[in-house]
């Protein structure tokens, strides 16, 4: 079953380019129109649509983050993203005005099944982005856009989470499709860029071969921290879980713009830092400050591991380690750029002698609470 690979995280991994265009058929078109016939809530009730909150856990909580940026910019709605554990045990906002969107591989997860039947109760309408057909979060909610990624069988989220990223991205341009914003032309391009984006995919994934002897030269380290700004922040937290659940390490995902309000006191002398790069075109602001807290870092010691756009040459003389990954939109960059954390994970857990696919305390689907 694991087509001659050694994990199924293995397989999962080489089979994000397949997953991410799956997902994409049949909804884009070579005009930049997206078609979302599933997704059965009428363009009537969309347009009235004020708030936009995110509900889920995990590695499909980080999606639900990079949603934020996504829907906000490209729709305007205010949008919150909540981890379905805490947003159960509050007393929400919520009227027939908020579209609750439901992030879940699995659709099984109690936390996030909890979450929606809250928001339901208060009148608002649930969308579930789900890869589980005829589960129970989908049956339960008034709409759902599936994941085409295929089963997932190791613990740890690989495709499903591309995948998550991909719906979450149909959703923020299909809401502005539907509600005509200012950014329509973008939104356009956006639609044509997603067209390419699994072949994207597919060339970081032949470049990785660096990314895991670096991984398996640090499988001696006891903690790797990561960094990014904007979309690129919850990409650092996602390295991060990965890293904490199949290598057993302490790792922590930062905003870089937090450095200096306190983990920049963690840095010591040759201790790992991930910084995810943002695209040097497009927002140069956000790009410029993340160099300058690589050169932060490493002027007290870092050893840094730089995930950045092909042609970004002002990394060049602060990288410790290079990862280079294809040039994106700034929005859609976590496709590329979650990528080799991935792998670094994987390889990591493997050189330490850890079961990759069944990582301990953990199980695939969380049905309780
Ligand atoms: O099935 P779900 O997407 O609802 O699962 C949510 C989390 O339990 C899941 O993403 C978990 O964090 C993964 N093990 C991460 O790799």
């Known amino acids: 079953e694991k087509a001659g690979y050694a994990s199924f995280m293995l397989k999962e991994i080489a089979e994000q380019p397949k997953a991410v265009a799956d997902t994409l058929l049949g909804r884009i078109d070579g005009s930049g129109t997206l078609s979302l016939d599933e997704v059965r809530i009428p363009a009537a009730v969309l347009r009235e649509v004020d708030k936009v909150v995110v509900v889920a856990c995990g590695t499909a909580f980080h999606a639900g983050l990079i949603a934020k940026y996504a829907i906000e910019h490209w729709t305007r709605i205010p949008c919150e993203v909540e981890l379905a554990s805490e947003f159960r045990y509050r007393d929400p906002i919520l009227d027939q005005r908020t579209l609750v ?29 789900c890869n589980t ?5 989908p049956r339960e909610s008034d709409a759902v856009l599936y994941t085409h990624a295929g089963p997932e069988v190791a613990v740890a989220s690989t495709k499903a989470f591309l995948t998550q990223l991909v719906a979450c991205y149909l959703v923020a341009l299909y809401l502005g499709q539907v509600r005509g914003t200012k950014y329509g032309d973008e939104i356009r391009d956006v639609v044509r860029d997603l067209s390419g984006i699994s072949g994207a995919v597919e060339r970081v994934l032949t470049t990785m071969d660096p990314v895991r002897e670096l991984a398996r030269s640090l499988a001696h380290k006891n903690t790797v921290l990561f960094l990014g700004r904007h979309v690129g922040h919850p990409v650092a937290l996602e390295g991060a879980l990965k890293l904490k659940e199949l290598a057993y390490m302490h790792a922590e995902g930062f905003a870089a713009g937090e450095l200096k309000h306190g983990p920049i006191a963690l840095i010591e002398d040759d201790l790992p830092v991930v910084v995810v790069v943002p695209s040097p075109r497009g927002r140069s602001v956000l790009h410029d400050k993340i160099v300058s807290n690589i050169q932060e870092i490493r002027a007290r010691g870092a050893r840094t591991i730089v995930i950045a756009e092909e042609g970004d040459e002002a ?18 960059q976590p496709l590329v750029a979650t990528v080799p954390l991935q792998v670094f994970a994987c390889e990591l857990a493997t050189a330490r002698g850890n079961e990759v696919d069944q990582p301990r305390n953990l199980a695939k689907s969380v049905t309780v609470e």
């Open 315 to 332: 990394v060049v003389p602060y990288a410790d380690h290079l990862v280079r990954v294809p040039a994106t939109p700034t929005l859609l």
């Open 133 to 137: 057909n005829g589960s129970t979060i």
């Open 101 to 129: 969107v439901a992030i879940s591989q699995s659709g099984e997860t109690m936390d996030t099944l909890m979450a929606l039947r809250h928001a339901r109760e208060q009148g608002a309408r649930v969308l579930a982005i």
